[in-house]
């Protein structure tokens, strides 16, 4: 009986932990690419847009942004305040010749990643979130943070 005296003061602990981690950030998880030669597309320049309760996601890998209509189709499942910063930060996002704008939502949860990076991944392109400045924030809702990114013409965003 002993032995159990100790271990009860660890039982609040043990249950309560699980409940106050529920706010964590979820990451897609896709396979990265066989091919280890090929190299990792360049994230050129990029822009985190974060709201709160805003859409589902993570998403599995990045889209092409070419056009309006590529624009309307990526932000349909937002709110439409997450909507409407996205595609002003697109707006402003400058695209020049032989580049690609591409985007993809990269977390959800209590943390605002500091960046993004671009890994090769089978089926496309992943964008990853960066480390985030404090993580573990305790949060009431969760945020959804969408990255678009500017990436060398040529790359292949989309599963074939």
Known sequence: MRRLGALLPLLPVLLLGPTLVGCGEESAGPSRAADSTASEPTVLRHRLVTA???????DTHAVALEGTRALDAFVAGFSDGLAREVRSAATDLEVRDGEQLAGQVVAVGCDEPSGVEALAAEGGVV???????????????????????????????NAS
Request: hydrophobic residues 35%.
């Open 52 to 58: 709160t309760e805003s859409g589902d996601g993570p």
């Open 127 to 157: 964008l990853e979130p960066g480390p985030v400045p404090s993580p573990g924030r305790q949060c009431l809702a969760a945020m959804t943070t969408v990255a678009l990114v500017v990436l060398e013409e040529g790359v292949s965003l």
